[in-house]
């Protein structure tokens, strides 16, 4: 029984929070599919918070921790914290660029005097990254 919550239960709830992702992968924005899509978030959410409080995700932290001097608990939270924090921060970066910087290109190509304007939204983007590691050296400091 344990070993099928070990492996079974953190599945689905991946499934449930990547299910609203492929709505989106396929570009479905408008009429009956935006209903779908946003009805589908609504039921992944609640999903993943419904499995969040039957699953008895505390025993399992605790039972991977040490009593001879390893780090506790809430240390590998901490560094979980700032390694998603970074992580997380750095995909967001790339969407911005991915988007803004082909946008700011086309706009220097047709105008010149543009170029000024158009990287500051370039720069904005890559701000994503640098608050990302900020938080996570705020983190680190804390533990």
């Known amino acids: 029984m344990n070993i099928v919550l070990i492996f079974l239960l953190p599945l689905a709830i991946v499934t449930l929070i990547m299910l609203p992702l ?27 918070c419904l499995a969040a409080f039957l699953t008895p995700v505390g025993q399992f932290i605790m039972a991977a921790t040490t009593a001879d001097g390893g780090i506790s608990v809430g240390q590998g939270l901490g560094y979980l914290a700032a390694a998603l924090s970074v ?17 700011a290109i086309g706009a220097c190509s047709e105008d010149p005097k543009a170029f000024g304007k158009s990287i500051v939204f370039v720069g904005m983007g890559e701000g994503i990254a640098i608050y990302g590691l900020l938080i996570s050296f705020m983190i680190i400091n804390s533990l």
Do not use: W
């Open 22 to 48: 492929i709505n989106a992968y396929r570009k479905q924005k408008t009429g009956k599919a935006a209903k779908r899509s946003v009805v589908l978030n609504l039921c992944s959410f609640f999903g993943v």
């Open 87 to 103: 992580g997380l921060g750095c995909i967001g970066t790339g969407l911005a660029v991915a988007s803004a910087a082909p946008a």
